[in-house]
C-alpha cells in the first residue's frame, strides 16, 4: 500500500508541478498547485505525520492558496504576454536548476542505503498518537519558538495591512 | 501489501519538485506565479524534511515542517500585500517591467 | 721614524679640509700660506726619505700598516702604505714639482676669483696623488686614482662659469670613469684568483709560482691596461687630455703633465711582475704607446693654441713610457716619467708666464718676437724645448734614447718596428716644439700691444681662458703691456730649468760613460720576475751607434722647423695649402672627437628604442594599462548583473545555490564514502 499511495500520489504532486511550469494562465497555476499540496499532504500522512497533513490541507491549500487565487482575482491578472525576458535567466539559470537537481539526486541515490525504507502508518500503533507527540515537544521544549513565531505572525499580519492599504 | 518503499524515493521526489519550482521561478512572467513556485519549492523542502523525520523516528522534523508552515503562510501574506502595492503604481504584474533597481 | 709617512697624505688634506670649509673669508695670504705650508712639509718629509734610504743598510722597503679597512672572510684590506725606491721616485715628483707649482699659482692665480678653491682643491690633489703612490694595496690606490679624478675635474672646471670648462671637466671624468671601469673589472679577478689585493700577497703569490703564465693573468693585465689608458690618455682615451687645457695653467702643468697622467705608467710599473708573467698584455702596451705617440705628434704639429700642442706633446710622451713599460724596460718607462716631470711641468708654467704676459693670448699666430720682452722666460721655455727635444746633455735625450734603445734590442718580435715609429715621433717631437719655440719668441711681431681684451675679476677669465691678470694699479686703464711675469711665478721656472739640464744626468748608461744610477737605483723594485735583461747583453757600440741616429733625426726636425718658420715663415702655410684637405683632416684631430660623438649617439639612440620604447614604454607601461584594462573589461562584464530585472538575479540565485551544494556536497568527502 505504501508503494501505491507513493506512486499514485508522487505521480499527482509532478503532474501538478509541470502543470504550474505549463499554464499560461496564473489562475490555473494557483489551481495546480493545490493539487500537489493535497497529494502532498497524503503522502505526509503515508509517512505518519498526520497532524502535519491535517495542517497542509487546512492551513497550505486551504487558506495559502486560497489567498493566492484571491489575489490573482482581485489584480485581474491575465494571461502572460510574451515578452523578450532576460537571457540570464536562461543562460545561467537553467544550468543552476538542473545542477541542483542533478547533485541532489546523486547524494540521495548514493546513500540510498543508508536511508532505509519506509513503512506505512509506521508510528501509527505507538501508544502515543503523532499529535501528542508533536505537541509536547512544541509546548516544552520548543516553547520559545513556537511564542516567537505567533509574534511573527502578528507583524507579517500588521504588515501586509500597512503595505495593502491604499494612499491617503 | 506492505511493499517497502526506499525514503530515498521520496527523497527524489523531492528534488524533483524543486527543481521544477526553480525553473518555474526563471520561466514565468507573472509575478503572482513566480512567488508560487515559491510556495513549491517550500513544500518540496517539507516533504523532504518529513521522510528524514520518518527515518530518524523524530519527532522534531515534523516540528521544523510547522515552523516552515508558519512561516509561508506570514511571508504569504506580506508578499502579495507587496504585489498588490506594486501593481497600483506599475499597472503590470510583469516581471520584466519591474526593474527600477537597473544599474 | 715611518709614522711620519701618515703625514704625506694627511698634511695637504688639512689644507684642503681648511682651505676648502674658510677659505672664503681668509686672506690671500694666510690661503697661500695654508696651502703651501701642507705642500712644503711633506716635501720635506720625502727629503728625509730619500736620505734614509739611499743611506747604506737601508731597507729597500718600508711599510706601515695601520687599521684595517675591510676585515671579512676572504678579503681583507688594510691602511697600508709602502714606500720602496719606486714610490721614492714618484713621491719625489708628486711632492717636489707640486710645491714649485705651489709657488708659482700664489703669483698666478694671484687675482682670480675663488682663490681659496684653487689651492683647497690642488691641496686635495695632493693628498689623494700621494694615496696613490703610498698605496699597499690595489683598493687603496684605486682610491688615490678615484680622487685625483676628482680633483682633475674640480679643477679643469675650474672656471665654472664657461661652458666649455664646465664640458671639458665633464669629459675628462667621464673618460676616465671608462678606463676605471676597466680596474674594477681587474680588482674583481684578482679577489678572486688571488683572494686578497695587498701587494705584497698577490705579486708574491705570482713569483713562487714560476709556471702561472697568460691565461687569467692576461685577463687582468689588460684590464689594468684599460684603467692606466684611461687615465693617462692613451688611444683611444685620450680626448679628454686636450679639452684639459681648459683649466687654470698651473693646474696643466701639474695634473696633466706630471703627476696624474703618469698614474697609469705608475700602476703599469707597479705591477710589473703581474705583466712580465703575460707578453702578449706588454705587447698591447707596447703598442698602444707607440701608436698613441706617433698620432698625438702628428695633431700637434698643426695646433695653434700653444698650450694644445703641449696637450698633445703630453700625450705623445706618455705614449713613450707606455712603449718602455711594453718593452720590459720599466725602469726607462720611470727615467724619462721622472725627466718629462721636469721639463713638461716646465714647459707649461713657461706658457703660463708667456700667456699672462700678452694678457691672455693663447694663439701662436699672435705671438712672436717675444725673445727679447721676455728674457727669463724665454731661456727657460729654451731649456724646456731642448730637453724635450732630446737634445744632450739635457735631460729628455738620455731617457729618451733609453727607450728607443730598449725597444731596438727587446726580446719583442716587433721591436724595430717600434724603435722605427719611435725614432720617427722624435723627429716630430723635436720639430713641432721648435715649430713652437719659433713662433713664439721669434719672428715679426703678432700680438696687441694695447690689448683690449681683458678687464678685472672673473669675467676676462671668462672670455679669454687660462691666465692672471696682473694690474700695478686696478683702478688704472686697461693697456697692458707686454711685460716680464713677477719672480714668484719665475723661481719655479728657473729652478725647474736646471732640473731639466741635470735631471738626465742620473740616468747616463754605461755606454757613455755613466752609471746608470737610476737603473740601479730600481732594481730591487724591477729585479724580481723582470725578464728584460738584454741591456747586459748587447754591446755599448749599438747603443751608441742608436743615440746618434736619434741625435740626427732631431736635429732634422730643428732644421726643416727652422726652414718653415724662421727662414722662410711662407713655406708651411703653401706646405699646407697643396693638400688642404690632409691639413684640415690633421688640424681638426682626425676628427676623433666627432666620431666618439657619433658612436655615443648611435649607442643611446639603440638604448633608447630598446629600454625606452620597448622595456619602459612596452612592458612597464604596457602592464599598468593591461591591468587598467582588465579590470574594466571584468567590472562591465560583472556590471551585467545588476540588471534590475528579477528573472536574472534568479538565475543568478540558482547556479550560486548550485554552486554552494556543490562544495558542501564533494568538499567533505568523508560524506560520499
Redesign the interface.
Known sequence: MQLALFIIFGALAVAGALNLLLQRHPINSALSLVVVMMSLAVLYWSLGAEFLAAAQVIVYSGAIMVFFVFVIMLLNAGEEERTTGSRAAYIVGFPGAAAIFCLLSFVFLSERHAFGSANVGGYLNHITSNIAEVSSLLFTKLLLPFEVTSVLILVAILGAVVLARKEQ | MSAQVPIAAYLILAAVLFSIGVAAFLIKRNLITVFMSIELMLNAVNLTFVAFAHMWHQVSGQIFVFFVMVVAAAEAAVGLAIIIAIFRTRETLNVDQIDLMKS | MPSNLWLIPLLPFAGFLVNGTIGRKLPRALVSAVALICTAIPAAIVAWLWITMKAAGAPDVIQIVGKPWIAITGLTVNFAFTVDHLTLIMLGVVTGVGFLIHIYSVGYMAHEEGYWRFFAYLNLFMFFMSVLVLAESFLLMFVGWEGVGLASYLLIGYYFKKDSAANAGKKAFIVNRIGDFGFLLAMFLIVREFGSLDFAHVFNAITVNPEWHEGILTAIALLLVLGAVGKSAQIPLYVWLPDAMEGPTPVSALIHAATMVTAGIYMVARCHTLFDRSPYALGVVAIIGTATAIFAACIGMVQHDIKRVLAYSTVSQLGYMFLACGVGAYAAGIFHLLTHAFFKALLFLAAGSVIHALSGEQDMRKMGGLRKRIPITFWTMTMGVFAISGIPPLAGFFSKDEILYQAFVSTNPIGKILWFVGLVTAGMTSFYMFRLWFKTFFGPEHFEEHTDLHDHGAAVHAYSGSHAVMVADPEESHKHSVHESPWIMLGPLVILAILSIIGGWVGVPAAMGGHDEIGHFLDPVFASGASAEAAATTSHGSELGLALISVIVVAIGFYIAYIFYYKKPRTAAALAARAPALYRLVENKFYIDEIYGVIVMVLMMISRVALGSLIDGGIVNGSGAAAGGLTKGLSSLV??????????Y?????????AV??VM?FGRSV??H
Do not use: K
Request: charged letters at 10%.
Open positions: 556590471r551585467r548583473v545588476q540588471s534590475g530585472n528579477i528573472r536574472s534568479a538565475g543568478w540565485l540558482a547556479l550560486g545555490a548550485a551544494l556543490l556536497i560524506w560520499l
